[in-house]
């Protein structure tokens, strides 16, 4: 009996793809860790710097406010689509699997590559970079006579190195471990954030006037916004973390829904409030006087002239601390969009093994770690914040559109369907592309965009390469070593 249309080999042996993508050893996540790891995958850097850099560039805080209220709109369709996509397929996997399924090995192993680059690597390098600088910013006056100038300058890259080994360790000691880490970092992130923006605006010192400077944008406030809109895609990229899980969440078709929907939605509300507390409690016109170093720390800038100098310090390193779950949502989700691509074939065979007494891909976890520490080391963290930003979007966009050939096959499991489809799949895919243009046209940004585009590009002849080498080996059953 001939295949049907798009249908991989895996496919065709069903007891190959069970032992492959539906490894169930009790299938150890359940419906909070989704939404755990949904938040924890959203709320980090971008909603702790970006808002600054729009303020900065626009001085308009209605202009900032509809920016994000489109990037939870964004977010909430590309969920939608996901939830579909991933109940039809509940394997480990991800926006690999998708792509694969929906357009093919070749065009699935380049998303993959670039969803393990752009989509895992470098944020973690983000996440821990911010993390690091603001751990270390309260002992700045008390450094110099203790820590030499040189190793100073360096601190941020040494400390998001350590950071990133050790959620790394953790997530290889097993799945209890790796669920309890996630949701006790991800908890205190989100008590943490919430804690100081309604104490903020309850006790602290703020001025609804700041509001007054909403305007309708004008001359170059246009592309401003629109980069603003590029890192609040960037700050809602977490929507598609529970999905990763789906070879490893119980009752999918139920679960899964409810964790990236509610995930997401719950964000949206919680990045508005913050976006108002910043707006509310530092002066535009001020914002507009600072560097883009100190303006990307608008939240503690915030916190500092609310509630005083003597918070602030403490509050940057809560924050620090509070995106350890981000890195830790980045680890954790990743290697298995790696595992899933090594038992293709599609990546080093040698990461496809997990550990036979822990059951955790540990080879994949350390390969992302190794790649994300050497980023670390790459760029400022604007350069890796642009960098990431553009090619997550491009390869959001492949993943999303990924629903239109996956809805027409009939040979998928019973799924959660999409409300109003096409108009949520439609609208993602438009907004994605508007903002990879403006981006691409900013000459601030061009050459960290571009190279953004370029690493994607890299990956079709990377692609085809792999995917020769993996046809000579023999893919074994998913956690034989």
């Avoid at 850099?53 to 369709?77: E, F, H, R």
């Avoid at 309260?138 to 941020?156: A, N």
């Avoid at 997401?264 to 910043?278: D, E, H, I, K, P």
Wanted: with cysteine; hydrophobic share 50%; proline share 6%.
């Amino acid at each position: 009996m001939a295949k049907k249309r798009g249908m991989t080999s895996t496919q065709s042996n069903p007891t190959h793809s069970k032992s492959y993508f539906q490894a169930d050893p009790g299938r150890p996540y359940g419906v909070w860790s989704g939404v755990f790891l949904v938040v924890a995958s959203m709320v980090g850097a971008g909603i702790l710097t970006s808002p600054g850099y729009t303020l900065q560039q626009t001085g308009n805080p209605w202009g900032l406010l509809v920016i994000w209220i489109i990037g939870g709109i964004m977010a909430l369709s590309g969920a939608l689509c996901l939830a579909e996509m991933a109940t039809a397929l509940p394997r480990m996997g991800g926006d690999y699997v998708f792509v694969r399924e929906a357009f093919g090995r070749e065009t699935g192993a380049v998303a993959g590559w670039a969803t393990f680059f752009l989509g895992f690597a470098a944020p973690t390098a983000v996440v821990a970079r911010l993390s690091a600088n603001y751990l270390t910013a309260p002992f700045v006056d008390i450094s110099t006579g203790y820590i030499p100038p040189w190793l100073w300058e360096i601190r941020e890259p040494v400390v998001a190195t350590l950071l990133i080994a050790l959620i790394s360790v953790v997530h290889c000691l097993g799945a209890s471990e790796s669920a309890a880490l996630q949701a006790i970092t991800t908890l205190a992130k989100v008590i943490m954030l919430l804690g100081l923006a309604m104490v903020g605006l309850v006790f602290g010192k703020g001025d609804w006037s700041h509001f007054s400077a909403g305007h309708w944008p004008h001359g170059g406030e246009w592309s401003s916004l629109g980069t603003g809109l590029a890192y609040v895609g960037y700050a809602y990229a977490g929507w598609n973390g529970a999905a990763y899980l789906a070879g490893e969440i119980r009752d999918p078709r139920r679960q899964l829904p409810m964790a990236l929907v509610g995930g997401c939605l719950g964000v949206t509300a919680l990045y508005l409030l913050l976006n108002v507390y910043y707006i509310w409690s530092v002066d535009i016109a001020k914002v507009q006087t600072l560097n883009p170093g100190e303006v990307g720390r608008i939240a503690e800038i915030s916190a500092r002239e609310s509630l005083g100098p003597s918070v602030a310090g403490v509050v940057a390193i809560l924050f620090g601390i509070g995106l350890v779950a981000s890195a830790s949502a980045y680890l954790l989700t990743g290697p298995r969009v790696v595992v899933a691509m090594a038992l293709e074939g599609a990546f080093p065979r040698f990461a496809g093994d997990l550990s036979v007494s822990r059951g955790t891909p540990a080879k994949a976890t350390a390969c992302q770690a190794l790649v994300s520490i050497g980023c670390c080391w790459s760029g400022s963290f604007l350069e890796l914040l642009d960098y990431t930003s553009v090619g997550l979007t491009m390869v959001s966009t492949l993943v999303v559109a990924s629903i239109f050939p996956l809805r027409r096959r009939t040979d998928l499991a019973p799924a959660f369907r999409m409300w109003f489809h096409p108009l949520p799949a439609i609208l993602y895919l438009l907004l994605s592309g508007w903002t990879i243009l403006v981006m691409v046209m900013d000459p601030d940004r061009r050459i960290p965009s571009l190279c953004s585009l370029v690493t994607i590009a890299l990956g079709i002849p990377a692609a085809k390469w792999v995917l020769a080498i993996g046809k000579k080996t023999t893919i074994g059953p998913m956690g034989k070593v």
